[in-house]
């Protein structure tokens, strides 16, 4: 079933990074999405360490809302160079058969099996172990605080 695609090697956030994290909390983020998942992770410190997909989907997230923010030069850098774009691992399209693959979920931080429903990438089949819809809204009633700190 596993091709070698390898345990994508996890890294601690640089200095720089960290920097970058911190600019995504002055953001507002679509509730409920990937995204949002993913910088709350990052914010609250669960998320230390990034893959290299993990830093190309941090990437897309800090330039999708790049508008909510003032990078600074060495900032935008980094995005310009780590923003390749990873939705086409999402856009892919499955035989009819096919009901998992393995796909990056920027949750999971890794690459996960997915469900493929009708020939497109579903959920991740790890959803259990993503952060409560709870404790999500829990975060955001706390927005304020914790995304202006
Ligand atoms: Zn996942």
Redesign the pocket.
């Known amino acids: 079933m596993k091709k070698g695609e390898g345990m994508p090697e996890l890294t601690p956030l640089t200095d720089l990074e960290k920097s970058i994290v911190k600019q995504l909390g002055k953001a507002r983020f679509p509730p409920a999405t990937a995204s949002k998942r993913f910088a709350v992770g990052l914010l609250n410190g669960n998320v230390t360490k990034l893959s290299d997909k993990g830093r190309r989907f941090l990437a897309y997230v800090v330039h999708r809302f790049r508008r909510q923010y003032t990078l600074s030069p060495q900032q935008q850098e980094w995005v310009r160079e780590w923003n390749i774009p990873i939705e086409g691992d999402m856009k892919k399209h499955y035989t009819k058969r096919t009901v998992e693959a393995s796909a990056y979920?920027p949750?999971?931080n890794k690459m996960?099996q997915h469900a493929v429903l009708g020939g497109l990438l579903a959920g991740?089949l790890?959803?259990a172990?993503?952060p409560q819809p709870e404790r999500e809204k829990a975060v955001e009633d706390k927005q304020g605080d914790l995304f202006n700190a």
């Open positions: 979920c949750i999971c996960t991740c790890h959803m172990e993503h």
